[in-house]
DNA sequence: TATGCACCCTGTAGCAACTACAGGGTCAAG
DNA sequence: CTTGACCCTGTAGTTGCTACAGGGTGCATA
């Protein structure tokens, strides 16, 4: 009673996923390999549609790989207690935070770089000395050369 | 009167890049590639330390190596108008700010999920039904196989 | 002088997570 | 029966390094 199914570009529009990517899903073992037709056309049931799914959505969040593999395994042990999810969860949330700090000191020193800009030439400017090795420790490099 | 030159360890340890990376950064054709020893061991000087130095700073503020291509092409032309600076970190800054908005989206669904947590078995696992695709529109899966 | 040992050399392969071919095969429409 | 859209496998490219393997160099010490 297989009731629809998908070619791989079919699979790759209802995921919003790429052709390649779903292959490439496959070989590292993320979506089961699916029955073939007989021209050996990969063909995906509605099974393989909901973990693709599921596995896009976690990867949009920003789940790793690894970390979405472990999330379908636990996801399908259903009887268990649903602490490692949580605990999946938590680490990313934490690098997550992490990086919008990261993200946000960058952007404080882009800001105050942009804001500095004089508009003359890039021997006044302000961002290229900003990167510059300690600018005030020697003179101009090939100032005269 | 080459003051003080420096093996590749010690530019590594003075700028706090790997050795790989430095080479790296030559075979790219980043970092000029330096003069040698008789023994073949390369010898850099402070020309060499500014440039990486400059180089390490701007990977650090997350320029791309294409756009510290261009920062360095453009900190050697110091007679030029400094638009073309302003525009690599404008841009730059408007690619953080993007990534600092999809961090905070998802912060926001990570929190969401970790408080809704109630800690039962994973079958109740509000995480795991985020993830799931369109949890309304089906039974569970293999929910009795 | 021999022998460690730390350092250096080249070249290549690996990481994440795809993406993009090349060089074919399949299938339905006209 | 040909055209065109799709599919197949396999491999190489992307970004920015990092990690070897298998050697050479240079200096101190026994």
Same mark, same amino acid.
């Given at each position: 009673? %297989?009731?629809?199914?998908?070619?791989?570009?079919?699979?790759?529009? %209802?995921?919003?996923?790429?052709?390649?990517?779903?292959?490439?899903?496959?070989?590292?073992?993320?979506?089961?390999?699916?029955?073939?037709?007989?021209?050996?056309?990969?063909?995906?049931?509605?099974?393989?549609?909901?973990?693709?799914? *599921?596995?896009?959505?976690?990867?949009?969040?920003? *789940?790793?790989?690894? $970390?979405?593999?472990?999330?379908?395994?636990?996801?399908?042990?259903?009887?268990?207690?649903?602490?490692?999810?949580?605990?999946?969860?938590?680490?990313?949330?934490?690098?997550?935070?992490?990086?919008?700090?990261?993200? $946000? %000191?960058?952007?404080?020193?882009?800001?105050? *770089?942009?804001? $500095?800009?004089?508009?003359?030439?890039?021997?006044?400017?302000?961002?290229?000395?900003?990167?510059?090795?300690? %600018?005030?420790?020697?003179?101009?490099?090939?100032?005269?050369?």
């Amino acid at each position: 009673m %297989a009731r629809k199914n998908l070619a791989i570009g079919d699979l790759a529009k %209802a995921t919003s996923t790429k052709v390649e990517t779903i292959r490439y899903y496959e070989r590292i073992s993320l979506l089961p390999a699916p029955e073939r037709t007989a021209g050996n056309y990969r063909s995906y049931s509605a099974v393989h549609l909901g973990r693709l799914s *599921f596995i896009r959505r976690a990867r949009d969040l920003g *789940f790793s790989i690894d $970390q979405v593999r472990d999330l379908l395994g636990l996801s399908d042990q259903r009887d268990r207690p649903c602490e490692a999810v949580d605990a999946i969860a938590r680490e990313h949330l934490t690098e997550v935070k992490r990086k919008i700090r990261d993200l $946000q %000191a960058l952007r404080r020193e882009l800001d105050s *770089f942009l804001s $500095q800009c004089s508009r003359g030439t890039v021997a006044e400017c302000q961002i290229i000395e900003a990167l510059s090795p300690s %600018a005030t420790l020697r003179g101009h490099p090939h100032s005269r050369d």
